[in-house]
């Protein structure tokens, strides 16, 4: 008698619930690693698969997903690209620090509005960075980093789409 169906529920409450597992959550957070070691992250406007999915646990809540997992990734992308130790972490740590601040507001309404919350989030966050790098380099590396904030931020509601897919524990209603 204690299911889940037998407990009680709001009026117009759906009986699909998102409680990611574990192995979820950090099988996800492997394969973005995976992808992102791949060469097409070089590219131009390429989107940083890795920081939209710890973002995204980051927003839900999820324990463990924080700003460690965001320095320890981001230094092992730096490593893994031979660039300024440091860069990607720093990124990382940006991005974390706005869906912190915004994560409490935005979380409650649809993916759309996420999407416009998160858009300024991936797009000014890559902005020390580049900066610092074109400073060391001595030249201006460009506005191509603004469409990989673009890209990122439109996969949100993909990932969005896909981790709610299979995240989600469905109950029998009967």
């Given amino acids: 008698m204690n299911s889940p169906k037998n407990k009680i529920h709001p009026i117009g409450d759906n009986l699909d619930t998102f409680r990611p597992s574990f192995l979820f959550v950090w099988g996800s957070l492997f394969f973005a690693w995976l992808f992102s070691l791949l060469p097409w992250r ?3 406007g390429s989107p940083d698969l890795l920081i939209l999915v710890i973002a995204y646990w980051f927003a839900h809540n999820v324990p463990g997903m924080g700003f460690v997992v965001a320095i320890i990734v981001g230094l092992l992308m730096d490593v893994f690209d031979t660039t300024l130790l440091g860069s990607h972490s720093l990124n990382y740590i940006l991005v974390l620090a706005g869906i912190a601040l915004m994560r409490q507001r935005t979380m409650q309404y649809s993916v759309l509005v996420q999407f416009i919350v998160v858009l300024p989030i991936f797009i000014f966050a ?3 960075s580049h900066l610092f790098e074109s400073w060391l380099h001595g030249y201006w590396g460009g506005w191509s980093w603004l469409i990989s904030g673009l890209i990122t931020s439109a996969l949100w509601i993909v990932v969005d789409i896909i981790f709610k897919f299979f995240g ?3 109950y029998e209603q009967g």
Avoid: D, Y
């Fill in 42 to 44: 070089t590219w131009e």
């Fill in 126 to 128: 890559s902005l020390p």
């Fill in 168 to 170: 989600t524990v469905h």
